[in-house]
């Protein structure tokens, strides 16, 4: 059996009669779109090129969005941001979770964190409409933590001892 970590770019041939896949029909494949970004990367002589730059949109056979990205109202960008930190400290929650030398007090400081983030975070819900393409995805951000924090006030998290 080949280990993974042996197979070098072009080297898996079919084997025992087998058919090779089959590419799709239509536009390059993903081994000739990533070729042809790599040598564009290398014609350019800049490995480091800006962020901006790079589009990776243009890769997929050359089409480009249609539409135009609307602007978000302040309250939108407001509930996001909100979002984005309730995520990042239930991430830091997660971790703490898995990290046995974590004190409840520790994580009672986090899910603290993470309650007032919810709270002005569920400000700014009622301030959307719930018909605003954005709403549901804070709602759930809010609901997921908020979950957390009740099972943990109630104790699920505490070690039981047999």
Do not use: W
Not at 12 to 28: L, R, V, Y
Not at 116 to 145: Q, R
């Amino acid at each position: 059996m080949t280990k993974i970590d042996q197979i070098l770019p072009g080297q898996i041939t079919p084997q025992n009669g087998e058919k090779a896949p089959g590419k799709p029909t239509k536009g390059p494949s993903f081994q000739e779109v990533l070729d042809q970004a790599a040598k564009r990367s290398q014609d350019s002589g800049n490995t480091s090129a800006p962020a901006q730059a790079f589009d990776p949109l243009n890769l997929i056979n050359g089409v480009k969005p249609t539409h135009a990205v609307e602007a978000l109202r302040p309250e939108q960008t407001q509930g996001l941001m909100h979002a984005e930190r309730t995520m990042e400290i239930l991430d830091d929650y997660q971790n703490a979770l898995a990290d046995q030398s974590k004190s409840l007090k520790d994580m009672g400081r986090i899910v603290a964190k993470m309650d007032g983030e919810v709270k002005e975070l569920t400000g700014v819900l009622e301030k959307l409409d719930p018909k605003d393409e954005l709403y549901g995805i804070m709602e759930e951000v809010a609901v997921t933590a908020m979950v957390e924090s009740i099972k943990f006030n109630r104790g699920d998290y505490i070690p039981q001892e047999a």
